[in-house]
């Protein structure tokens, strides 16, 4: 069984920094692509950004420049640093893992999540 366990979210300020960070437990031979998704109340859940186990990064438009994922391959964790945070930022974060190999299946995985909540 694989479980992410994702851990560093909260309140914090407008302007203010967090770093959520995500691992992935179990009998794991590789993970493709790791990321961080979030949903808004009454909005529907979106991609924030991802990394290729060989480092090829994506990020949604709304937090270029704010927002820098980062991996470690060899602990099977991610994580996500939050610069310079909005109030439309506060929303249940989730990290998703994709192609997530244990034996010969491939899976799909995601957290249970973590709310990050911005006061203005």
């Known amino acids: 069984q694989v479980q992410l366990v994702e851990s560093g979210g909260g309140l914090v300020q407008a302007g203010g920094s967090l770093r959520l960070s995500c691992a992935a437990s179990g009998t794991i031979f590789s993970i493709n692509t790791m990321g961080w998704y979030r949903q808004a109340p009454g909005k529907q859940r979106e991609l924030v950004a991802g990394?290729?186990?060989?480092?090829?990064?994506n990020y949604a438009d709304s937090v270029k420049g704010r927002f820098t994922i980062s991996r470690d391959n060899a602990k099977n964790t991610v994580y996500l640093q939050m610069n310079s945070l909005k109030p439309e930022d506060t929303a249940v974060y989730y990290c998703n893992a994709d192609g997530v190999a244990v034996g010969v299946r491939l899976l799909e995985v995601w957290g249970q999540g973590t709310l990050v909540t911005v006061s203005s």
């Open positions: 990394v290729t186990s060989g480092g090829r990064k």
